[in-house]
């Protein structure tokens, strides 16, 4: 049900984690980067702490930047944006800071904006909300269209600006009952105001925000005594001449279930965990109880109920159109039993939609992710409850779990009561597929753990495959980090999902198969690279990635020649031409194209050489290796029957052909054993006889022994370059196909050995003395390159992090580039190649 994945731990363990009055937090972001706290204490002077804020991406968990955060007080809380690059931190002392990436580095950061309440702790943070939200439809997993399994539901930003635009910023609550909100202006100030939750402030030691649909915010608030009530309030916020205003209304409050049970009254003194289900439902709230040994969970709803009518006027004749009155009142879902002392508590981020039939097609199809909530205790474990029942959905035991300890083994537990501290979670986040857990425990380690979709329970292979192609499309549809999903991808599963991802884009409208087009080709790669069998493949869609980059930037320099715009662009003329003409003579297909249209000035043409040069690499390394692919799959092997990608490479030999009538510069260059050997004619020839083997509009065919013999004679015309294929990708990820946890070192590269990253290909392999590559300038940077260099946090992708280049076209090619990776992985700074 739950599986150790790995653990990260520091080298020297922070001073001041194991101490029970310090909390310990920890935010998981949609693009798969976890940030969490510690304190350290000086040795010299136990007074002087730093408040450190570490930020790792999932991938390479050991590559952790740590920031001396700057916090006077302990770091109360860490909240992500929505796009997942910005994190906001809040402390005892009222201080709440911005951090953003610097030069877009996962691995960098900066305070770039901060407000403040000098002496006021910040007990609950969150980002204002920008009106996207989406549905997830289990009922429709079987559906054809994505926009039936994923719906866009109607939900209004918490501010906008003008024309709809929704207004960023943040909201906080302090411990004196304020609540405080900063907005971001365009121009980057800030606009900030406070107001007093209600007339009558009071201490608030626990707090919650979420957003209803309106646009409105409602704030939970308790002084953390259980005999207390939970209140709740509705907030505002809006502009009024240039100046925030804040309105606030007191809603309906509660009082919870074990202080009105006469056998508990006095049991569970304390209010130590105040959540709402999810951030876009005020209407479910989570509460914990507690004492020193054990808690109780409730799951609280608010509902809308008649109003009984005094006997006096139900007998007088009813008016038309008048409705019973309705009010709002909290009713007790469900509750648990007494249970161990929860130490955390983590709410699943999938936005599963619960309405009846959505949950019975869950429940028949054991359809898990998004239904549970997990609870860690002190005694190391933890537990996931369903969201609504609270019944148990499974159990993880910890480090107690490797002597054996089961359920009902309470000498284990007693022994591990009295041996001192137990080692526990003190901080736990969902991935936002639910299907991974990240907690930091009170030694300061991180510990990744995979959460099984179906919960354990068996299923076919059918049906597994299914659930995960369920939550890799919805990934691809939001745009989220899908590393989670691919912690339960065994290497026997990924032709099967790779096939049927294809399949369902392939049903998708045109206008969607646009919008995702590189996206799935970054999903297949990463699937690829999880197999042996299959990690040729990647190398396929990677370099597919970049063609597909390539093509759309050359054709972007084209221009028709007349002002008056027509009704295609010429880089769409140029497809369609190429598509009708089936012609081996390059020169016979230029005829047809209008050549001014592709008249351009040198310098960009010259500066993207590089670029015009790969292709050409590429289409020899193709056509060379033809008669190669044979039963094992070599790079390369993905291309032979895809004839959209071999017709964009058909294209862009055309536009080069052209291009080289006016700046001979740009030309590719090619070694030939013939001084007379017109290279590109040669390859255009060959390149357009694969092409008729594999075009979308007839079945596809095996080249022929013609076709097959030219190809075996090209490396005696033209010397074949070796491509440099990307890296097998140094992360974690393909390490963790076994049962066995890694461990990990914060600040140490990972060297274990692992299963995935040994390929038997000759490609694949670099000897320590071989030319490092520019990925993404395709350029080469030397054995041992000086330049600093950044690499793609998801497929290794290597480029240098400062540009070479002074033209205009090549600094527009890196701009591109300069947040995302083609992939669109984030990019992290890597240490130089040392030098031997």
Same mark, same amino acid.
Request: glycine fraction near 6%; charged fraction near 20%.
């Given at each position: 049900?739950?599986?150790?994945?790995?653990?990260?731990?520091?080298?020297?363990?922070?001073?001041?984690?194991?101490?029970?009055?310090?909390?310990?937090?920890?935010?998981?972001?949609?693009?798969?980067?976890?940030?969490?706290?510690?304190?350290?204490?000086?040795?010299?002077?136990?007074?002087?702490?730093?408040?450190?804020?570490?930020?790792?991406?999932?991938?390479?968990?050991?590559?952790?930047?740590?920031? !001396?955060?700057?916090?006077?007080?302990?770091?109360?809380?860490?909240?992500?944006?929505?796009?997942?690059?910005?994190?906001?931190?809040?402390?005892?002392?009222?201080?709440?800071?911005?951090?953003?990436?610097?030069?877009?580095?996962?691995?960098?950061?900066?305070?770039?904006?901060?407000?403040?309440?000098?002496?006021?702790?910040?007990?609950?943070?969150?980002?204002?909300?920008?009106?996207?939200?989406?549905?997830?439809?289990?009922?429709?997993?079987?559906?054809?269209?994505?926009?039936?399994?994923?719906?866009?539901?109607?939900?209004?930003?918490?501010?906008?600006?003008?024309?709809?635009?929704?207004?960023?910023?943040?909201?906080?609550?302090?411990?004196?009952?304020?609540?405080?909100?900063?907005?971001?202006?365009?121009?980057?100030?800030?606009?900030?105001?406070?107001?007093?939750?209600?007339?009558?402030?009071?201490?608030?030691?626990?707090?919650?925000?979420?957003?209803?649909?309106?646009?409105?915010?409602?704030?939970?608030?308790?002084?953390?005594?259980?005999?207390?009530?939970?209140?709740?309030?509705?907030?505002?916020?809006?502009?009024?001449?240039?100046?925030?205003?804040?309105?606030?209304?007191?809603?309906?409050?509660?009082?919870?279930?074990?202080?009105?049970?006469?056998?508990?009254?006095?049991?569970?003194?304390?209010?130590?965990?105040?959540?709402?289900?999810?951030?876009?439902?005020?209407?479910?709230?989570?509460?914990?109880?507690?004492?020193?040994?054990?808690?109780?969970?409730?799951?609280?709803?608010?509902?809308?109920?008649?109003?009984?009518?005094? !006997?006096?006027?139900?007998?007088?004749?009813?008016?038309?159109?008048?409705?019973?009155?309705?009010?709002?009142?909290?009713?007790?879902?469900?509750?648990?039993?007494?249970?161990?002392?929860?130490?955390?508590?983590?709410?699943?981020?999938?936005?599963?939609?619960?309405?009846?039939?959505?949950?019975?097609?869950?429940?028949?199809?054991?359809?898990?992710?998004?239904?549970?909530?997990?609870?860690?205790?002190?005694?190391?474990?933890?537990?996931?409850?369903?969201?609504?029942?609270?019944?148990?959905?499974?159990?993880?035991?910890?480090?107690?779990?490797?002597?054996?300890?089961?359920?009902?083994?309470?000498?284990?537990?007693?022994?591990?009561?009295?041996?001192?501290?137990?080692?526990?979670?003190?901080?736990?986040?969902?991935?936002?597929?639910?299907?991974?857990?990240?907690?930091?425990?009170?030694?300061?380690?991180?510990?990744?753990?995979?959460?099984?979709?179906?919960?354990?329970?068996?299923?076919?292979?059918?049906?597994?495959?299914?659930?995960?192609?369920?939550?890799?499309?919805?990934?691809?549809?939001?745009?989220?980090?899908?590393?989670?999903?691919?912690?339960?991808?065994?290497?026997?599963?990924?032709?099967?999902?790779?096939?049927?991802?294809?399949?369902?884009?392939?049903?998708?409208?045109?206008?969607?198969?646009?919008?995702?087009?590189?996206?799935?080709?970054?999903?297949?790669?990463?699937?690829?690279?999880?197999?042996?069998?299959?990690?040729?493949?990647?190398?396929?869609?990677?370099?597919?990635?970049?063609?597909?980059?390539?093509?759309?930037?050359?054709?972007?320099?084209?221009?028709?020649?007349?002002?008056?715009?027509?009704?295609?662009?010429?880089?769409?003329?140029?497809?369609?031409?190429?598509?009708?003409?089936?012609?081996?003579?390059?020169?016979?297909?230029?005829?047809?194209?209008?050549?001014?249209?592709?008249?351009?000035?040198?310098?960009?043409?010259?500066?993207?050489?590089?670029?015009?040069?790969?292709?050409?690499?590429?289409?020899?390394?193709?056509?060379?290796?033809?008669?190669?692919?044979?039963?094992?799959?070599?790079?390369?092997?993905?291309?032979?029957?895809?004839?959209?990608?071999?017709?964009?490479?058909?294209?862009?030999?055309?536009?080069?052909?052209?291009?080289?009538?006016?700046?001979?510069?740009?030309?590719?260059?090619?070694?030939?054993?013939?001084?007379?050997?017109?290279?590109?004619?040669?390859?255009?020839? =060959?390149?357009?006889?694969?092409?008729?083997?594999?075009?979308?509009?007839?079945?596809?065919?095996?080249?022929?022994?013609?076709?097959?013999?030219?190809?075996?004679?090209?490396?005696?015309?033209?010397?074949?370059?070796?491509?440099?294929?990307?890296?097998?990708?140094?992360?974690?990820?393909?390490?963790?196909?076994?049962?066995?946890?890694?461990?990990?070192?914060?600040?140490?590269?990972?060297?274990?050995?692992?299963?995935?990253?040994?390929?038997?290909?000759?490609?694949?392999?670099?000897?320590?003395?071989? =030319?490092?590559?520019?990925?993404?300038?395709?350029?080469?940077?030397?054995?041992?390159?000086?330049?600093?260099?950044?690499?793609?946090?998801?497929?290794?992708?290597?480029?240098?992090?400062?540009?070479?280049?002074?033209?205009?076209?090549?600094?527009?090619?890196? =701009?591109?580039?300069?947040?995302?990776?083609?992939?669109?992985?984030?990019?992290?700074?890597?240490?130089?190649?040392?030098?031997?």
């Amino acid at each position: 049900i739950m599986e150790l994945a790995y653990v990260c731990e520091w080298e020297k363990r922070p001073k001041s984690t194991h101490c029970p009055s310090i909390p310990l937090v920890c935010s998981w972001s949609c693009r798969n980067l976890v940030a969490f706290t510690t304190d350290l204490k000086n040795d010299d002077d136990d007074k002087d702490v730093s408040h450190m804020i570490h930020i790792i991406d999932t991938e390479h968990p050991w590559d952790v930047y740590s920031i !001396n955060s700057g916090h006077t007080e302990v770091i109360s809380c860490l909240e992500w944006d929505q796009s997942g690059s910005r994190l906001l931190s809040a402390d005892g002392d009222g201080q709440i800071k911005c951090w953003s990436m610097s030069d877009h580095l996962v691995n960098s950061w900066e305070s770039v904006l901060s407000s403040s309440l000098d002496g006021d702790p910040i007990v609950a943070l969150s980002w204002l909300h920008n009106g996207v939200k989406l549905a997830l439809h289990v009922e429709m997993s079987g559906s054809t269209n994505f926009g039936e399994k994923f719906s866009r539901v109607k939900f209004s930003p918490s501010l906008t600006l003008f024309g709809g635009k929704p207004m960023e910023g943040w909201l906080a609550v302090t411990v004196s009952g304020l609540v405080t909100v900063s907005l971001l202006k365009p121009g980057g100030t800030l606009l900030t105001a406070s107001e007093s939750l209600c007339r009558l402030r009071g201490r608030v030691a626990l707090a919650d925000i979420a957003f209803t649909g309106g646009g409105n915010i409602v704030v939970a608030a308790t002084d953390g005594s259980s005999s207390s009530p939970v209140q709740f309030y509705k907030v505002v916020v809006s502009v009024v001449s240039e100046k925030c205003r804040i309105d606030t209304e007191l809603l309906p409050s509660l009082f919870l279930r074990c202080t009105t049970d006469p056998l508990r009254r006095e049991k569970y003194p304390a209010v130590t965990h105040l959540k709402f289900l999810t951030r876009e439902n005020s209407e479910q709230v989570l509460l914990c109880a507690s004492n020193q040994s054990g808690s109780i969970v409730e799951c609280w709803s608010l509902r809308k109920e008649g109003l009984p009518v005094n !006997n006096i006027f139900q007998h007088r004749s009813p008016v038309v159109g008048e409705k019973q009155p309705t009010i709002l009142k909290w009713r007790i879902l469900t509750t648990t039993n007494d249970l161990e002392r929860v130490s955390a508590v983590a709410l699943p981020k999938l936005p599963i939609s619960i309405s009846n039939t959505d949950l019975k097609v869950a429940s028949d199809t054991k359809f898990c992710p998004g239904l549970g909530l997990a609870l860690a205790f002190h005694d190391g474990s933890i537990q996931i409850l369903h969201r609504l029942s609270l019944h148990t959905m499974g159990v993880f035991y910890g480090s107690s779990s490797s002597s054996g300890q089961r359920p009902g083994d309470e000498s284990a537990i007693k022994r591990q009561r009295t041996g001192g501290p137990a080692l526990h979670f003190k901080a736990l986040q969902f991935s936002w597929t639910s299907l991974a857990l990240a907690g930091v425990d009170n030694h300061g380690k991180l510990h990744m753990l995979r959460v099984s979709p179906s919960m354990g329970q068996v299923l076919e292979m059918n049906t597994t495959l299914r659930h995960l192609l369920f939550l890799l499309e919805y990934c691809m549809v939001t745009g989220y980090d899908w590393w989670d999903v691919l912690l339960h991808v065994q290497p026997t599963m990924v032709h099967n999902l790779v096939e049927k991802l294809h399949e369902e884009y392939m049903r998708q409208n045109q206008a969607l198969q646009q919008v995702l087009a590189t996206r799935i080709v970054a999903v297949k790669a990463s699937l690829c690279k999880l197999s042996t069998a299959t990690a040729a493949r990647a190398c396929d869609f990677h370099a597919k990635l970049l063609l597909m980059a390539i093509s759309s930037t050359l054709k972007s320099l084209l221009r028709p020649h007349v002002l008056n715009t027509p009704d295609k662009s010429p880089g769409d003329r140029l497809t369609e031409i190429c598509a009708k003409n089936t012609d081996t003579d390059i020169d016979k297909v230029m005829i047809n194209l209008k050549t001014e249209e592709f008249v351009l000035d040198g310098p960009p043409l010259q500066s993207l050489q590089q670029l015009i040069q790969w292709v050409g690499d590429f289409v020899l390394y193709l056509l060379a290796n033809l008669p190669n692919q044979g039963s094992m799959v070599r790079p390369g092997f993905g291309f032979m029957r895809d004839g959209a990608s071999l017709g964009m490479l058909r294209e862009m030999l055309v536009m080069i052909r052209i291009w080289g009538l006016l700046k001979p510069g740009c030309l590719p260059t090619f070694t030939a054993t013939s001084d007379n050997q017109d290279s590109m004619q040669l390859l255009f020839r =060959q390149l357009t006889k694969l092409w008729l083997c594999s075009r979308d509009d007839g079945p596809p065919q095996d080249p022929d022994e013609s076709l097959i013999d030219e190809c075996c004679l090209l490396p005696s015309q033209l010397l074949v370059p070796s491509m440099d294929w990307l890296p097998v990708n140094d992360g974690v990820i393909v390490k963790l196909q076994g049962k066995h946890p890694l461990r990990l070192q914060f600040g140490k590269a990972s060297s274990l050995p692992g299963g995935g990253t040994t390929v038997p290909l000759e490609v694949f392999t670099r000897s320590p003395g071989s =030319q490092k590559m520019d990925n993404l300038r395709c350029v080469h940077m030397g054995v041992c390159p000086t330049e600093e260099s950044k690499a793609c946090t998801r497929c290794g992708c290597v480029t240098m992090l400062r540009s070479p280049n002074k033209t205009n076209a090549m600094k527009q090619w890196e =701009q591109r580039w300069i947040k995302n990776c083609l992939c669109g992985g984030l990019w992290r700074r890597i240490p130089p190649t040392p030098l031997t």
